[in-house]
């Protein structure tokens, strides 16, 4: 399946954007043979990006990939409010 067009993707390091190609999620089919019968399995295909790298850090295409799949850490103000939303003591913690 081609790409169906470019868009602008968002590095998660520098926060800048830069174009990649973008494959939609699709339907596709494998069809399996034998002598007597012939039988269609259809499954999912998730949506692709294609880059080769940032070009404004330089960060590899897999980097990128796993910091979309992580997601980004949260800061140490950021999980001493979640505590305290919580309930807990961030001092008496461990």
């Known amino acids: ?5 470019i868009v602008d993707i ?3 390091f520098c926060n800048k954007k830069f174009k990649a190609r973008y ?9 399996s043979r034998c002598a007597a019968k012939s ?6 295909v998730p ?3 294609f880059f080769a790298s940032c070009p404004h850090c330089g960060k590899s295409r897999k980097e990128i990939e796993k910091r979309w799949k ?3 850490e949260p ?3 950021e999980i001493v409010r979640r505590l305290r ?3 807990l003591d961030p001092t008496k913690l461990k």
């Open 1 to 5: 399946m081609d790409p169906i067009g």
């Open 10 to 12: 968002e590095c998660p």
């Open 23 to 31: 494959w939609p999620p699709s339907i596709e089919t494998h069809t």
């Open 39 to 44: 039988s269609t399995k259809w499954h999912r």
């Open 47 to 49: 949506e692709r990006y």
């Open 70 to 72: 992580e997601g980004k």
């Open 75 to 77: 800061s140490n103000e």
């Open 85 to 87: 939303e919580a309930g």
